[in-house]
């Protein structure tokens, strides 16, 4: 497919960049662009103080994006991330004031602090891009990324996100804490200044948008297809499941595929790139029985036996003829 090597290099470029102020965590960048390539979002689940602020932030400034910080708390209410009517006594008419969600990047931290009725307000903006305020519907930018962050070992005072919540979430990623020498170099990197104030754009939100559409024409194999297809009926007949992936969530991996293929310079997808991305696009979708939850069994080990007891398909040749 001509082209692909233009989303290789701009990947590389943003990766570059983010590098500058992240240190490590090579891979978490790689699919937070495949995040981005998709127009998905991401949910960071980690301790705090890891970089999960600093990573959104230094994406969307990599992107010349807008960006805004939505902290949850339990007091916060849905106007409070939509925005709101304002009576403006000089015109006699109400003006729309939008709230934070209307940017390219919105962080939304600790977003299990926030009660069901505020979480639900997000459901619009990330499934349709748009926000309906007082009956009248407002379009979001693009690209449109939603990050949410919440800590997993902190319960009190959180409310569990719904399933319809977490469904719309294309990936769920962990940043874990850095190895000895990495923390030395955030000592080093960070000792005089903050790296993230010299960040400076290296591509511009339209052309990631042109990047997706292209990711689109990356080719699936259609025994890659049938694949896919048998992952997603496998986990829904699976015993120690109660809830099985969506097939919101089987077009997700379909898609997801597609862009890390891309972004490794491949006009094709291979049945690893599918391996690789069913943890985190499919584990925050899965609902264990309550047998094995008693058992401590995790959705992550759940998921091995179901990659294990699916065969994989074997071809000579994933790429077509016209591809390149």
């Not at 991401?42 to 807008?66: F, H, R, W, Y």
């Not at 094995?292 to 080990?301: F, M």
């Not at 036996?305 to 071809?315: D, G, L, M, S, T």
Request: proline fraction near 6%; hydrophobic fraction near 40%; charged fraction near 25%.
């Amino acid at each position: 497919m001509k082209d692909i090597s233009t989303i290789q290099e701009a990947g590389e470029r943003i990766a570059k960049n983010i590098s500058q102020v992240i240190v490590g965590k090579q891979h978490v960048i790689e699919l937070l662009l495949v995040s981005l390539l998709c127009e998905g979002h991401v949910l960071l689940e980690d301790v705090p103080g890891i970089g999960k602020t600093t990573l959104a932030k230094a994406l969307a400034q990599s992107l010349n994006c807008s960006f805004q910080r939505i902290q949850f708390t339990p007091d916060l209410l849905p106007s409070d991330i939509t925005g709101t009517s304002v009576y403006n006594q000089k015109t006699g008419e109400f003006e729309f004031r939008p709230g934070p969600i209307f940017a390219q990047v919105v962080l939304a931290d600790e977003i299990n602090r926030a009660s069901p009725r505020t979480q639900s307000a997000l459901l619009e903006a990330m499934q349709e891009r748009q926000v309906t305020v007082d009956g009248v519907t407002y379009s979001l930018p693009r690209p449109f990324l939603v990050i949410a962050t919440e800590n997993p070992i902190e319960l009190e005072g959180t409310f569990p996100l719904p399933e319809a919540q977490l469904d719309r979430f294309l990936l769920r990623l962990k940043l874990g804490y850095p190895s000895k020498e990495e923390e030395r170099l955030i000592l080093h990197r960070f000792k005089s200044h903050d790296p993230l104030e010299e960040l400076r754009p290296v591509i511009e939100g339209e052309e990631i948008i042109s990047f997706g559409k292209l990711c689109r024409q990356v080719y699936i194999h259609p025994a890659i297809e049938d694949y896919i297809l048998a992952l997603a009926r496998a986990s829904r007949e699976y015993e120690g499941l109660s809830l099985g992936v969506s097939p919101r969530g089987t077009l997700y991996l379909y898609h997801t595929s597609q862009a890390l293929a891309a972004l490794r310079g491949r006009s094709f997808v291979l049945p690893d790139d599918v391996q690789e991305l069913i943890e985190p696009v499919w584990a925050h979708r899965l609902i264990p029985s309550r047998g094995r939850r008693l058992q401590g069994e995790s959705v992550q080990e759940i998921l091995k036996k179901i990659v294990a007891q699916v065969p994989v398909p074997v071809e000579e040749n994933w790429a077509v003829e016209d591809s390149t």
